[in-house]
């Protein structure tokens, strides 16, 4: 059950949050025991102003830039774990990514969640699509620390992969394990029951599924189910407002869920998740 992670690849941008990530994925590799660490950064010449073409002609920007970055991870990057850091020329940094992780074979892409900050920063849903591998998007605000993991299911077989990586995680770092389920009462009955009366009957049945779920994992390690009432087309926005208010310092999803109405369908929650900024990582498990 459990998942190894070799190789991780780190986007960087030569902005503030570079130091963010590289301790972060200082963190992450020693907890996953990573053998190596690339940092990836893709210079946008097209962006870069013909007023300041003059200026520039003289100055190699791949050895500049690979300086200042490898000033940044020596000084940031504590891990055991090899690591290189990697320049490149590409007008799409998704293109970049999707092919590092592809020749290096990368088990985890590390990106910042810059989405409530000016620019829109490297987090992008067409990576969700692209990647082979896991990806963790973090916040400027995490903290290097997993001492409680929530973690969502639909139930699904394609959401059992979400514990390849909360096995390795509360093997390691001794995290508590809350599992989420969003469920919501059947509609299509409310002309002849009302949903108030439903309720605590969908709460109870969902409950003993929840339990039973858990029982059939055949998991060594501690997990706390926790269900809420919400809709499937608001599970996100259910998980995000009960996360703000938890002590959780990761989020755990599976690319995608057992069909593609699944609530944890890439192009519904989880990408809603991916693209939403509420305090801690996001680790979508491919």
């Known amino acids: 059950m459990k998942k190894n992670y070799k190789n991780i690849l780190v986007a960087l941008d030569l902005s503030d949050m570079d130091e963010v990530l590289i ?6 590799a020693e907890t996953l025991k990573a053998e190596k660490v690339y940092f990836v950064h893709n210079i946008k010449k097209y962006e870069i102003s013909e007023l300041f073409d003059e200026q520039l002609k003289d100055v190699n920007l791949d050895e500049v830039i690979g300086d200042e970055l490898n000033e940044k991870v020596e000084e940031n990057f504590t891990a055991g ?49 692209l990647l082979r591998c896991d990806i963790l998007a973090v916040p400027r605000l995490a903290k290097t620390k997993i001492r409680e993991i929530w973690a969502g299911t639909d139930f699904s077989p394609d959401s059992r992969k979400i514990f390849t990586v909360t096995k390795t995680l509360q093997e390691e770092k001794g995290s508590f394990l809350r599992l989420i389920h969003v469920y919501s009462v059947p509609v299509q009955f409310s002309p002849y029951v009302s949903p108030e009366s439903m309720a605590p009957k969908v709460e109870k ?7 039973k779920y858990i029982k059939k994992l ?13 809709r499937e087309s608001g599970a996100a926005q259910k998980i995000i407002a009960n996360i703000k208010k938890s002590n959780a310092d990761l989020l755990v999803v ?7 109405f699944s609530p944890f369908a890439v192009g519904s929650v989880t990408e809603e998740l991916f693209n939403a900024n509420y305090g801690i990582p996001l680790w979508v498990v491919k």
């Open 23 to 28: 301790k972060y994925a200082s963190f992450i």
């Open 81 to 129: 774990s090899e690591w290189e850091v990697l320049i490149s020329e590409d007008p799409y940094s998704e293109s970049l990514i999707k092919y590092v992780v592809d020749k290096y074979a990368i088990q985890l892409a590390i990106v910042g969640n810059k989405k409530h900050e000016n620019g829109t920063g490297l987090v992008s849903g067409k990576l969700l699509r």
């Open 205 to 211: 049945h969902v409950k003993e599924k929840i339990e």
């Open 218 to 230: 055949d998991y060594t390690e501690p997990i706390e189910p926790l269900v809420f009432l919400g």
């Open 254 to 260: 599976s690319d995608k869920g057992g069909n593609t």
